[in-house]
């Protein structure tokens, strides 16, 4: 039996996650859960799954379950919460499934009680991809990717040797606004962003995907995960996402990982590798009835945060913490209405040209550079 920690239980992965374990209760108990605000979400999970363990975002949720709950379960909350979560005795495994940098703390906490780690939460490997690669290393913790693309390069990968590889290949749908011309993008609102053609995800990726940001940050998120250099990263459109990414070896090989778009596979992987289940009543990828697949090459130009990940990317150290923290901050903004589509870039790209990058930052120093920019940036 294999106990998950669950760092975003309410969310688009996490319910997804208690999907598959819901199918395999032989396999998976669910030991420890942490989520936000969704307190009607969280009483239901905690009814089923029956956790040891539960975290919550404010101090008052926490006392209010812990009065409907009674002592058999501990109620923790905020950041230290999200850490014990993350690192609970029972858990074999913790699935990062928590929007934005805030995962960070607590993905370390997880890989230093050396735990393994299901990592959806790109953010935190693009903010501090450095730290979190090399305390899983030290701790000799695996790094097992949720995230569709990448774990679409890990089965391709197979465990070859790095010398192997020429490049990997990842695919971007394009988003909510694919088929838009730069000029078209003015005045698009918040609805049209979040209609994501393929995937139903949360807010904050689906807006992502619709800037190309989404794919930036798996861009940064493949260096760390793969110990690649950027320029073995391509980027390629595909409006189907029914090709999740390829990788094409020295020689000239192209090894690629196909399947309907539905997360539960990926995060099922992580769960069960190296093994592989068997999904009950699963939809099979028919090919004969899609009949075509499309492909696009990248333009930098009408997909400007594609190019600035890559820049940030490229200059390293804290650059990338400041691409992630300006963006994080800009959806939100335009999730509020505050601002227009086409200022999320434009208030990254001026976050970025005013940093100063620090080239092998601390944890402090990450933290730091984060909680500046977050500060800057708020309106
Ligand atoms: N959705 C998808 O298909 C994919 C997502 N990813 C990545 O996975 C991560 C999660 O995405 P997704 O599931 O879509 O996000 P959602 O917005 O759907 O879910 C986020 C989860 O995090 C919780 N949360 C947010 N802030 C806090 C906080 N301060 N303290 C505690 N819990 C918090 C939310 O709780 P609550 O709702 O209770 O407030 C919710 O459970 C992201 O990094 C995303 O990029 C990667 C590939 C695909
Ligand atoms: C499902 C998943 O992994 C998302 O990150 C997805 O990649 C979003 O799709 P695009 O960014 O390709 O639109
Ligand atoms: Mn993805």
Redesign the pocket.
């Known amino acids: 039996m294999k106990q998950i920690s669950l ?8 319910t997804q996650t208690l999907d598959v374990i819901r199918d395999y209760p032989d396999q998976f108990t669910l030991s420890a859960l ?5 307190l009607e ?2 009483r239901n999970q905690i009814k089923e799954f029956q956790p040891k363990l539960v ?3 404010r101090p008052e949720d926490a006392q209010t379950l812990a009065g409907e709950f009674g002592d058999s379960i501990e109620f923790l909350y905020g950041e230290e919460g ?1 850490k014990e979560v993350a690192r609970y005795s029972e858990s074999d495994i913790v699935v990062t ?4 940098s ?2 960070l703390l607590p993905t370390l906490s997880a890989i230093k009680a050396k735990k393994a780690v299901a990592i ?4 935190t490997l693009v903010s501090a991809g450095h730290l979190v690669v090399s305390a899983a290393k030290e701790n000799d913790v695996p790094l097992i990717p ?3 693309e990448h774990s679409a390069i890990f089965q391709a990968l197979n465990g070859e040797p790095k010398k192997a590889v020429d490049r990997l290949i990842l695919t971007a749908s394009g988003g909510s606004f694919r088929d838009k011309s730069r000029a078209e993008l003015d005045g698009v609102t918040v609805e049209q962003a979040l209609a994501h053609p393929n ?1 139903s ?5 689906t807006i ?1 995907s619709a800037t190309m940001m ?1 794919k930036g ?1 798996e861009v940064i998120e493949a260096k760390w995960l793969f110990g690649l250099d950027y320029d073995q990263i391509d980027v390629l459109i595909h409006k189907e996402s029914i090709i999740h990414s390829m990788v094409e070896y020295v020689d000239r090989s192209v090894i690629a990982q196909l399947g309907t778009p539905d ?1 539960r596979v990926p995060i099922q992987y992580a769960l069960t590798y190296p093994e592989r289940f068997a999904r009950p009543k699963h939809e099979r990828l028919d090919l004969a009835e899609l009949g075509k697949l499309h492909f696009e090459k990248m333009d930098m130009e009408r997909f400007r945060c594609m190019k600035l990940a890559y820049e940030a990317g490229r200059a390293g150290g804290t650059m990338t913490t400041v691409l992630n923290a300006a963006n994080e901050v800009a959806v939100f903004r335009f999730l509020q209405g505050e601002i227009t589509f086409l200022e999320i870039e434009r208030i990254i790209e001026e976050a970025l040209s005013a940093h100063s990058p620090i080239a092998h930052p601390s944890l402090e120093e990450i933290q730091a550079v984060d909680a500046s920019i977050r500060k800057q940036l708020q309106a």
Do not use: R
């Not at 942490?34 to 969704?38: D, K, L, Q, V």
């Open positions: 760092l975003g239980s309410t969310g688009s992965i996490g942490a989520c936000g605000t969704n979400l969280c975290s919550v975002q999200l499934a928590i929007t934005g805030i995962g959806a939460n790109k953010e949720v995230d569709s995937w995800m949360g807010a904050k990726v992502d989404n940050l997360m």
